[in-house]
């Protein structure tokens, strides 16, 4: 090769050397100061999380402060497998499981499984969870591990706030409540059910947000600690109209409902008349709202207080109150009961056979089907309609609880007469059972229908400060105060006048209807076997304080007859004898007891009702019995007697002589007045491990009141046991929840 070709290649090489050196120098100079932004943005989003903190989930407590919902604040564990960082922080896996153990209840062995860096080498996670155990820890748990951190140790355990919602009382009220879980559209956690839906927003205030750093695989890197950049607001606190006490009632009493007859559902509720606060709602099937994800789902959203469903008897209260309100009916106006012939199609009373030639107060006594067909042909459609719709039927009573359904009446332009007809006994109708509550408020107070609801206020979390209160809304007006109050005698002349009491308590004058309603067969008609038994009753007449609502579903066993008066009835004299005591309700002393104390043994029965089997027996007549005679009577009726006082012979009994049935085999609290009792004193018993009922039930025996706090069963009193304390001594207990 020549020297000058030579020349010529070196000076190609070195130039082209040259010009790649060049366009090297562009290209990086390019990427670190053209692109260098951008660039850095995505590396910053490949390794950075923006996630929605929520504030703090108010709390919803009972109207007394008693708290039945909170949110615990929770938190979870996050721990570093990156073995190059902990190399720098001079850190092992077994020092994190050694110091993690006793925090979370885990071995240290059980720890390793989850946090060996080993394990997770081809995975190139950084940091990884540590089961179930870490994911809900506490506040404690928590503060430990950020006192290390102050330290410089431990720097590879970390924490993400992550909240849970507390249900302190179990199935208490669930239906009322709801329950706060995980709505899989959104995927978000929101309430779901109970007021934990109706008022989420309020509940959960408004969310923050905050950055943290994460690996490929979206798990948190310990070293970097999360940065909040919006505050979030926490939610409003909720209190509710519910009094737990007698909660606790209806609760007890429908354990009471399902043990005895197992029906397919069963709902009480209770009212304050005067201004439509619901001071107790429960159901049954139920559930626990903490472990809503375990319950069936008849139980998780069959609320049945806002079901539809024929009501029956309990219906015929609107009725009359309408007749009544028109002046088209005349309650000594006599008519002939048994059955009656509308449209071609026989109506005939519950008995088959009627009473014969009955006055129209007689009617209601008796609840004539007859009767109360005779009563809706002198109203007539339109003026029978007008009214149920004021009452509230026909449109949703508006109660702040989610999944309330619409009554159902007939379009009065294509009424027929059959229609007619069996609307006016409650047949071929449906409403739920707090349609007719709102409805039977109206009765009680004197004519305003309220709005029922169950919450009284809204709270700021932070200071406790009211908000805003939910003030009592009157819906409509109906009659006048003169017919109101004629309906309020009849209808406590109902009770007085039943053959057999069940709902009569003395010096209480209750105001009240039974039901007993046919299930409709979805093939069309009615089944030959099945009955929804429902009692609605307020009291004291005059000055209704409570209102209760009482609805057993189809019940299978053990039932006398099937008859709203021997089911249901019951149930609400029960609740509603011991909120009266509770609330320490003066009694009338001139109440000398129902009108009438018929034999049982003439009662007359529906031919298509088995005779009331022996599992239940009429409560006897203890008082002035020794205690030998009393044993005696116990052991004739196959009752247990409970007895409390040393007197020689019985004052006084629980439940009362002539109250109802009972099973066989039911308590029988008696007592025996000693020689005290004529200076006005008794012997304190000792009500320790007593449910609240029956510490109510043991000192009105006593005629002694009482001061409860808190709710379940008696764990400490005042006044010891032997102690003498006059007549009408408020005594204070304090009751807790059974462990």
């Given at each position: 090769m020549s020297e000058p070709v030579f020349k010529k290649r070196v000076r190609l090489l070195r130039f082209g050397l040259f010009a790649g050196m060049l366009t090297l120098a562009f290209r990086l100079m390019y990427i670190q100061v053209a692109q260098a932004d951008d660039l850095s943005q995505r590396a910053e989003d490949w390794i950075q999380s923006t996630e929605k903190v929520p504030g703090l989930r108010g709390t919803i407590y009972d109207r007394d402060g008693n708290k039945l919902a909170l949110t615990g604040v929770a938190y979870e564990i996050s721990v570093s497998v990156n073995t190059k960082t902990m190399t720098e922080w001079e850190e092992t896996p077994e020092m994190y499981a050694q110091f993690l153990s006793p925090l979370v209840g885990m071995t240290e062995a059980e720890l390793m499984e989850y946090i060996d860096p080993a394990k997770h080498a081809a995975e190139k996670t950084a940091a990884v969870g540590i089961g179930p155990k870490g994911m809900k820890v506490d506040s404690s748990?928590?503060?430990?591990?950020e006192e290390m951190h102050k330290q410089k140790k431990m720097r590879g355990i970390s924490t993400i706030r992550k909240d849970i919602r507390r249900y302190p009382n179990g199935n208490f009220a669930s239906h009322v409540l709801g329950y706060f879980g995980v709505n899989e559209e959104a995927r978000q956690e929101t309430g779901l059910a109970g007021v934990e839906s109706f008022y989420n927003e309020y509940l959960t205030g408004k969310a923050g947000e905050r950055v943290f750093y994460t690996d490929r695989d979206g798990n948190p890197l310990p070293s970097y600690q999360p940065e909040i950049t919006k505050q979030a607001v926490d939610g409003e606190d909720l209190v509710l109209t519910i009094d737990s006490m007698i909660q606790h009632f209806v609760e007890e009493e429908l354990d009471n409902i399902v043990t005895k007859y197992k029906p397919k559902h069963a709902s009480i509720i209770v009212a304050d008349p005067n201004n439509g606060e619901i001071l107790a709602l429960g159901n049954r099937p139920t559930y626990n709202p903490a472990?809503?994800?375990?319950?069936?789902?008849e139980s998780l959203w069959n609320n049945w207080a806002l079901r539809a469903f024929e009501p029956g008897s309990t219906f015929k209260s609107f009725v009359l109150?309408?007749?009544?309100?028109?002046?088209?009916?005349?309650l000594n106006e006599k008519f002939q009961s048994g059955s009656i012939l509308v449209g071609g199609e026989k109506f005939s009373d519950w008995n088959k056979i009627g009473w014969g030639e009955i006055d129209y107060r007689k009617g209601v006594y008796v609840s004539s089907n007859v009767g109360f067909v005779k009563i809706g042909q002198k109203l007539g459609k339109e003026a029978l309609y007008r009214y149920l719709y004021d009452f509230g039927f026909d449109k949703k009573t508006g109660i702040?609880?989610?999944?309330?359904?619409?009554?159902?009446?007939?379009?009065?332009?294509?009424?027929r007469d059959v229609?007619?007809?069996?609307?006016?006994?409650?047949?071929?109708?449906?409403?739920?059972?707090?349609?007719q509550v709102a409805a039977m408020m109206a009765i009680a107070n004197g004519g305003k229908v309220y709005q029922p609801h169950v919450v009284k206020e809204f709270r700021d979390q932070k200071t406790g400060a009211t908000t805003r209160e939910v003030k009592p809304n009157v819906l409509t007006e109906v009659a006048s105060e003169e017919t109101i109050s004629t309906v309020r005698d009849v209808m406590e002349e109902t009770i007085a006048n039943e053959e057999q009491s069940h709902g009569y308590i003395k010096g209480y004058h209750v105001a009240g209807k039974t039901g007993t309603a046919e299930v409709p067969d979805p093939k069309g008609g009615y089944l030959s076997d099945a009955?929804?038994?429902s009692f609605i009753g307020f009291a004291p007449k005059e000055k209704p304080k409570f209102l209760v609502y009482v609805t057993v579903d189809q019940p299978s066993q053990n039932a006398p007859l099937m008859y709203g008066s021997y089911i249901a009835e019951p149930s609400g004299k029960v609740v509603l004898e011991n909120a009266l005591r509770y609330y320490q309700v003066p009694a009338d002393l001139s109440d000398q007891g129902p009108g009438k104390q018929a034999d049982p043994s003439k009662v007359q029965q529906d031919p298509k009702q088995p005779e009331a089997p022996k599992a239940f027996v009429d409560v006897p007549d203890f008082v002035?019995?020794?205690?030998?005679?009393?044993?005696?009577?116990?052991?004739?009726?196959?009752?247990?007697?409970?007895g409390v006082g040393d007197g020689a012979k019985v004052t006084g009994q629980w439940p009362e002589a002539g109250s109802g049935q009972v099973p066989v085999g039911a308590v029988v609290k008696l007592y025996y007045g000693s020689e005290d009792s004529a200076q006005g004193k008794v012997k304190m018993p000792d009500l320790k491990g007593k449910s609240l009922r029956e510490a109510i039930e043991t000192l009105?025996?006593?005629q002694l009141k009482i001061d409860p706090t808190g709710f379940g069963y008696v764990t400490k009193q005042e006044v010891a046991p032997g102690t003498l304390v006059p007549f009408g001594t408020a005594v204070k207990i304090t009751l807790s929840p059974q462990s």
């Open positions: 748990v928590h503060d430990a591990i472990e809503y994800a375990k319950a069936e789902p109150t309408a007749a009544l309100a028109e002046h088209k009916l005349d702040d609880l989610p999944g309330e359904e619409q009554s159902t009446l007939f379009n009065v332009e294509k009424m229609d007619l007809a069996s609307t006016s006994f409650g047949q071929g109708v449906s409403v739920t059972p707090m349609q009955y929804r038994l002035g019995s020794t205690a030998e005679g009393a044993a005696k009577t116990a052991e004739k009726y196959k009752l247990k007697l409970d009105s025996l006593l």
